[in-house]
Structures are given as structure tokens and as C-alpha cells.
């Protein structure tokens, strides 16, 4: 696609309950990341794929948080048994892996907005 | 840890000035530094990347530079316009792409 796309853009849940944030990157790059931007807290790295594997998932905050990618593609974020704390915008972005022959420039979507009851 | 500091928070000034937003970093062993910009209810916006071993990039109205010795970064605006109004969030990047962000600086813009 022309941009990052993400899904759903917003999403109200009830506190317990799953919730999944779909990503679909700028076809062609191999790298994807997440981001949480809260109130009070800015933006907060979660997540890098490159490819199918990730690398560095060290800004997960807890084992309700998962994330997985595949044909090196889409993503998809995962919270289960949401908590109140959990409500923030989700952001994705891709870029091409940063090389000699690229910037590594970050292309965010418009986040999905998850507020949990 | 790297930490990315932004000042001013927030800046308001009349339509036509020049402006300069800072930003640092505490480890200079950055691979690149990103400049966003992101409007209320909206994603973020790529206005400048400057590599590490860049001093400056330019894109019209904007310019930004870095200096990675001393660890500070500056987006310069040129005859603001009211259209400019927005946050301004700086954010610094690894070998791999990971970005460490600032807070953000509030601009707005008056007619």
C-alpha cells in the first residue's frame, strides 16, 4: 500500500478482555516496529521486527503483551486481559533496513487508539 | 540508556517568525536522528532524517542540524505559518532503527 495501515483505529474494551491491533506495513520493508503513546509518557518503543523474527522486543511491559509478523508483512499486536493502563494509542511504522543504501527513515501509520473500561 | 531531552515543552508565537526547538541526546552513538511532526488525533509526519555523519538537512521552510559530539540537535522554521501548529518530536536512531523520542515541543502558530 501507499502508507502504514493499521487496524482497528479505535477500540473500547472491557478490563479482562483481548484485544488485537493489526499492522500492514509500506510493502517492501523488512522492518517493523511498535510504539505506545500514552499521557505523560510519550512514545515508548515496544517491539522491532525484521522480517518474521524479532530482534529486540525489550519494551513489552509484560507477558500480556505479544506480537508476531508473518510472510514478513502484516503484524499483529496482542494484550491480553487488558488493564485500565493499557489505554493508549498504538503506533506502527516500517523503513527499510538501515544499510549503506538506506536512511533507515521511520514511516509511521495513524495508530489505533485503545481505551479500556 | 539513551535519553532525549526537547526544549521548550511549548512555544507560541505570532505568524511570520523565525524559531528555533532543541533537542539532546545523553549517548552520542546514534545512527541517525529523526525529526516527526504530529498533529492532535494524528500519526506522525517524517519532516527531516539526518544520518550521523550529516551536520545538517534542509526541506523548504525547515532545517534541521545536528552535532553529535555535544549531543544536540535543532529544527529551524523559517517564517512561520499558522499551518505550522503542531507537535514537534525529535527522536534518535540505532543501527537497526529503533527510536528513542524526546517529549515533544507545542507549537502554535497565531495569526
Known amino acids: 500500500g501507499a502508507g502504514v495501515s493499521q487496524s482497528p483505529s479505535n477500540k473500547v474494551t472491557e478490563k479482562g478482555k483481548d484485544v488485537e491491533l493489526r499492522c500492514d506495513p509500506i510493502s517492501g520493508h523488512t522492518a517493523l516496529y511498535w510504539y505506545r503513546q500514552s499521557l505523560g509518557q510519550g512514545l515508548e518503543f515496544l517491539i522491532y521486527?525484521?522480517?518474521?523474527?524479532?530482534?529486540?522486543k525489550s519494551g513489552l511491559p509484560s507477558d500480556r503483551f505479544s506480537a508476531e509478523r508473518t510472510g514478513g508483512s502484516v503484524s499483529t499486536l496482542t494484550i491480553q486481559r487488558t488493564q485500565q493502563e493499557d489505554s493508549a494509542v498504538y503506533l506502527c511504522?516500517?523503513?527499510?533496513?538501515?544499510?549503506?543504501?538506506?536512511?533507515?527513515?521511520?514511516?509511521f501509520g495513524e495508530g489505533s487508539r485503545l481505551t479500556v473500561l | 540508556k539513551q535519553e532525549v531531552t526537547q526544549i521548550p515543552a511549548a512555544l507560541s508565537v505570532p505568524e511570520g517568525e523565525n524559531l528555533v526547538l532543541n533537542c539532546s541526546f545523553t549517548d552520542s552513538a546514534i545512527y541517525n536522528l529523526q525529526w516527526f511532526r504530529q498533529d492532535p488525533g494524528k500519526g506522525l509526519t517524517s519532516l527531516l532524517l539526518i544520518q550521523s555523519s550529516q551536520r545538517e538537512q534542509t526541506s523548504g521552510r525547515l532545517n534541521a542540524s545536528l552535532d553529535k559530539s555535544s549531543g544536540r540537535s535543532t529544527l529551524y522554521i523559517a517564517a512561520s505559518q499558522p499551518g505550522d501548529s503542531a507537535t514537534y518530536l525529535c527522536?534518535?536512531?540505532?543501527?537497526?532503527?529503533?527510536?528513542?523520542f524526546g517529549q515533544g515541543t507545542i507549537l502554535t502558530v497565531h495569526p
Open positions: 511504522a516500517s523503513s527499510l533496513e538501515p544499510d549503506a543504501g538506506s536512511t533507515g527513515e521511520l514511516f
Open positions: 521486527f525484521q522480517g518474521n523474527s524479532a530482534p529486540d
Open positions: 527522536a534518535v536512531g540505532t543501527s537497526y532503527g529503533k527510536l528513542t
